[in-house]
């Protein structure tokens, strides 16, 4: 394979049909880094974690492993917390990441900030040495998946050959998904100005147990609704809503104010070791088991939903 890019950041898709083509994608990509002294990290679903260990034999213990239906169930927070983490762990030298975040198993309701996820990563690590190979399953994921894979990756790899997308636009993607999220058939909702964020909390709380949250997820309900109401007054306005709702095993949270959210990559970067403040929406990304959100002139909803379990 000629690798047809001089860039610091490669970007490739590799675009797959059954494990045989996983396994010739993915194995020499690992083992070509190895080689060459590069950290090397694998975050796939676990089906596929599972085989690409066994075909790494004795090579697998020198690789950082993740599942990806774990550490990147919300897409929000694979940049951060899966992506960068590694990255930046290595920073004096270049590293290999193979991040696999869309598989046949997502939802429709993930997919947007699956694919708005992949757009990201190209400004989020632009200019860096690094080196993000994403599988996809072209036999399994559908056509959008597929044509937005051509719009967020640079390169694209296909029975063997690499090559420019003619296609890439990642920065079409990340608006073209920014559209007014499905409203709820119904739903409990509480308005909310600075003195009222004791109140929205507890009540947060209160509507997340009458839905069947327990435990540390009722902990996680009300950092969420803390730090999102927090921001609403401080950035939004001054003053916002929030309403919840129960979705099949999910609780979800919906927080609505006037602001809007102009930096895509916000809650999407680690902070800098001597930071103060700026890491609500990262924590909230951190916390929630899928993040949406919505934001234009009008203003800004960010919808975190929260498994039972």
């Not at 083992?31 to 075909?55: F, S, T």
């Not at 073209?176 to 058939?185: C, S």
Request: hydrophobic fraction near 40%; charge should be negative; include cysteine.
């Amino acid at each position: 394979m000629t690798t047809v890019t001089t860039e610091p950041f490669v970007h490739p898709a590799l675009f797959y049909r059954g494990q045989e083509e996983y396994l010739h994608g993915t194995v020499p990509f690992v083992r070509d880094g190895l080689k060459a002294g590069e950290p090397v990290a694998v975050a796939v679903p676990g089906p596929n974690l599972a085989i690409l260990k066994a075909a790494l034999g004795e090579d697998a213990a020198h690789v950082r492993f993740l599942d990806m239906t774990e550490a990147g169930r919300n897409p929000g927070r694979i940049i951060p917390k899966v992506l960068r983490a590694f990255a930046d762990a290595h920073r004096h030298t270049r590293v290999r990441i193979i991040g696999e975040p869309i598989w046949a198993g997502r939802s429709s309701v993930e997919y947007p900030a699956c694919a708005q996820h992949e757009a990201l990563i190209n400004p989020a690590f632009q200019g860096r040495d690094v080196t993000i190979l994403c599988p996809y399953d072209a036999e399994h994921l559908d056509e959008r998946a597929l044509a937005d894979a051509y719009a967020t990756h640079p390169l694209v790899i296909s029975g063997g050959e690499e090559r420019l997308s003619t296609a890439y636009a990642p920065e079409h993607v990340v608006a073209r998904y920014n559209q007014p999220l499905e409203q709820p058939g119904a739903a409990e909702e509480l308005a909310f100005h600075a003195g009222l964020l004791p109140d929205v909390r507890h009540f947060a709380v209160d509507q997340a147990a009458r839905f069947g949250l327990s435990g540390i997820r009722l902990e996680d309900v009300a950092l969420i609704v803390a730090e999102l109401t927090t921001n609403s007054v401080r950035h939004g306005g001054g003053s916002g809503s929030l309403r919840m709702w129960s979705d099949g095993g999910q609780v979800v949270c919906e927080v609505q104010d006037s602001g809007h959210l102009d930096d895509p990559l916000a809650g999407r970067r680690p902070p800098a070791p001597d930071q103060l403040g700026g890491r609500g929406l990262l924590m909230v990304h951190y916390l929630a088991d899928l993040v949406r959100i919505h934001t234009g002139p009008e203003g800004t909803a960010i919808r975190c939903y929260i498994n039972r379990c």
